[in-house]
């Protein structure tokens, strides 16, 4: 499954439409997430979605999907963009490969 999750924008074909961001997790904790497109708003959707994934990740009980940005807001880009880098980085430190 891949959602997008955005309280503006319209999803593209193909993917599920997401406007909040407990919606998100919801989905993600499912596990059928396979690929992940945030936008942010003023209420920090993206940031929301992201610091949930950073907590599951830190159990390492959860792998977390691709997860790409779509927001055009530069300084939103630059916040999520690190998180994701941190997801990154906790993923193969934590649950890496022995």
């Given at each position: 499954m891949r959602i997008y999750v955005?309280?503006?924008r319209r999803a593209p074909t193909g993917w599920?439409?997401?406007r909040r961001s407990q919606?998100?997790?919801e989905f993600l904790k499912?596990?059928?997430v396979r690929k992940l497109s945030l936008g942010?708003?003023?209420r920090g959707t993206g940031d929301e979605v992201l610091h949930w994934i950073q907590e599951a990740?830190?159990?390492c009980d959860f792998d977390p999907?691709?997860?790409v940005v779509h927001t055009v807001n530069p300084a939103a880009r630059n916040r999520l963009t690190s998180s994701i880098r941190s997801i990154q980085l906790m993923t193969e430190c934590c649950c890496g490969a022995d």
């Amino acid at each position: 499954m891949r959602i997008y999750v955005d309280d503006e924008r319209r999803a593209p074909t193909g993917w599920q439409q997401v406007r909040r961001s407990q919606e998100a997790i919801e989905f993600l904790k499912s596990g059928a997430v396979r690929k992940l497109s945030l936008g942010n708003d003023a209420r920090g959707t993206g940031d929301e979605v992201l610091h949930w994934i950073q907590e599951a990740v830190s159990t390492c009980d959860f792998d977390p999907p691709m997860i790409v940005v779509h927001t055009v807001n530069p300084a939103a880009r630059n916040r999520l963009t690190s998180s994701i880098r941190s997801i990154q980085l906790m993923t193969e430190c934590c649950c890496g490969a022995d």
